[in-house]
């Protein structure tokens, strides 16, 4: 049994075994290459250029995606610290929060404000040291 990989535009698109002929099978436009013997074989969406494969290497995202991923974290950390204080902020202004509560009301509001600072951070947005929650801080 042979293996094969078929390769459209340098990319591997297909992975293929057979006992026949390959080129018997298949349209002579497409390319097969003999990848039985190899010792690391290629999988799909690998790159193959000058007979060589490669594993597909992850593009580096831009400074716009970085920031768009930063803001999409810092969104959802700000929504679970609203849900955590979730009424209590008329609370603590009128003063109705007992010692404990107006603590992790404080924790939070503390806790907020360092994720809407992140961007102010010297490597923003390439590292971002994120703020830890109240809960973890215990």
Do not use: C
């Not at 026949?20 to 969406?45: C, K, N, Q, S, Y």
């Amino acid at each position: 049994m042979r293996n094969y990989a078929r390769i459209d535009d340098g990319i591997v698109v297909e992975l293929f075994k057979t006992d026949l002929d390959i080129t018997t099978i298949f349209h002579p436009d497409m390319l097969w290459i003999d990848i039985t013997d190899l010792e690391v074989r290629p999988a799909e969406g690998w790159t193959f250029e000058a007979d060589r494969f490669a594993e597909p290497v992850a593009p580096v995202p831009s400074e716009a995606e970085l920031i768009q991923q930063a803001m999409a974290k810092r969104d959802a950390l700000l929504a679970l610290a609203d849900e955590a204080t979730a009424g209590m902020a008329d609370a603590y202004i009128a003063g109705l929060l007992d010692e404990i509560d107006a603590a992790s009301f404080k924790s939070y509001a503390a806790y907020k404000l360092k994720l809407n600072k992140v961007d102010n951070q010297p490597n923003y947005p390439r590292e971002i040291e994120w703020p830890l929650l109240p809960s973890e801080l215990d």
